[in-house]
């Protein structure tokens, strides 16, 4: 019940945790939804089952090193809450349960290094550049099992390192101006994806603000029970993106989920007003494109194209419709549908460092639905889906393509 949870010793999270607990009616509508289910068959490894761990450890009933296994096998990918008919706000729950967490568990050495070495890391473009060249090292089996397992996401190469001017004009008469997101981990693996972003918004008229002081949106943070580091993400970017801006854009979902969500992690500080006001102004790209209208005429692509969902897109920001309605607008496009698309791919940030075998597993499914399709290329919104995916493709020996949304769009704006 939710009087039972003692909210006033929980600081500023603890009631947005009781409200989700005491949503929950555990009608297990959300087992069917939960990937760690599917592969672990464990009813503590679902949602209902967390909940009900998560609800002990609130109320004092249950250590924190008890429940703490099975909360840090939770993807976060939220596919339970589209199948909650009682609308629990699982996203309320499981992040800050995280953050309270943080302060009482004890890990191993290994795993603290792991978890410091990440963060330390991933947020920061410069950094993570230099921590993506070990990969070699690491595929050479002189790191531990999951280190390598991340590490085995790097591509070969990686590309060259991009820069990005603080503005870019929008072509023809102007529609819109917008700030964008630019990202930590995509400016590294797959910076051509901003590139496109913006050609495709300027094409479109719309103008486009890159601010120099923004930062990472603090996601990896957040999710991993950081709460300091993701408050100090928040501040920067509040203090980053002008006000006189049409939207804030993202074009990675798990960034775009993080920035709707600054309320909460800025929650019960002089700055949580205005977190509130900024999550109203973020936007993932193809939403924002879905309404202005493509301007431009598309040229023709005979592709058979598979749409992938990121989690953090469909599930934490509801946007299903508008990244395929874009696709469908380019003449000669065959659109494919993957079975299973609400199971998440099992990139889930730094998943694939804490839980190797399952994020390995999913990955493989994945890959096989997206083969089945007969697709000549994956198109999805997020960076973490992309590679997770590209692997287990390659894996496959499969020579599809995985591409990001913008991308396609990008290639259909370029003369035929």
């Not at 499981?94 to 991933?122: D, H, W, Y």
Request: aromatic content about 4%; proline content about 6%; charged content about 20%.
């Amino acid at each position: 019940m939710l009087h039972a949870i003692p909210t006033d010793q929980l600081g500023p999270l603890g009631e947005p945790m009781a409200k989700a607990v005491s949503a929950c009616v555990h009608c297990g509508f959300c087992l069917a939804a939960c990937p760690t289910y599917r592969e672990l068959g464990q009813e503590m490894d679902t949602p209902r089952g967390r909940i009900v761990l998560m609800k002990e450890v609130l109320e004092g009933k249950m250590s924190v090193e008890a429940a703490q296994p099975h909360v840090d096998r939770c993807l976060g990918c939220l596919a339970c809450e589209p199948a909650c008919p009682s609308g629990v706000p699982y996203r309320d729950l499981i992040s800050p349960f995280r953050a309270l967490a943080a302060k009482k568990m004890k890990r191993g050495l290994l795993e603290r290094m792991r978890r410091f070495l990440a963060a330390q890391t991933v947020p920061f473009p410069g950094r993570f550049r230099l921590a993506a060249m070990m990969g070699r090292i690491g595929r050479m089996g002189l790191m531990p099992k999951s280190w390598r397992a991340m590490l085995e996401l790097m591509p070969e190469t990686l590309p060259p390192a991009q820069t990005w001017e603080a503005h870019y004009a929008a072509q023809g008469e102007k529609r819109a101006r917008v700030a964008l997101l630019l990202g930590c981990a995509q400016q590294v693996l797959d910076p051509d994806i901003n590139t496109a972003t913006i050609e495709v918004l300027t094409r479109n008229g719309v103008e486009v603000v890159i601010p120099r002081s923004q930062g990472c949106c603090g996601g990896l943070a957040w999710h991993t029970g950081d709460l300091e580091a993701a408050r100090a993400f928040a501040r920067q970017n509040l203090d980053a993106f002008p006000d006189d801006v049409d939207a804030i854009l993202t074009n990675a979902a798990g960034c775009g989920s993080a920035m709707h969500e600054y309320h909460l992690v800025l929650r019960g500080t002089p700055d949580e007003t205005r977190a509130e006001a900024f999550r109203h102004r973020v936007m993932d790209v193809s939403v924002f494109l879905a309404r202005l209208g493509l301007r431009e005429p598309l040229r023709e692509m005979k592709l058979k194209a598979a749409y992938h969902d990121a989690c953090h897109l469909s599930n934490a920001q509801n946007v299903r419709k508008q990244p395929r309605d874009l696709l469908k607008a380019i003449p000669g496009l065959q659109l494919l549908e993957i079975a299973d698309a609400h199971l998440c791919c099992g990139s889930a940030g730094s998943y694939n460092m804490d839980q190797p075998e399952i994020a390995s597993s999913l990955g493989e499914q994945k890959a096989k639905h997206i083969l089945a399709t007969g697709a000549e290329v994956v198109v999805t919104g997020n960076i973490g889906c992309m590679t997770q995916v590209r692997l287990h493709l390659k894996k496959l020996g499969a020579p599809v393509q995985v591409k990001h949304t913008m991308q396609v769009l990008q290639e259909a704006h370029q003369p035929g």
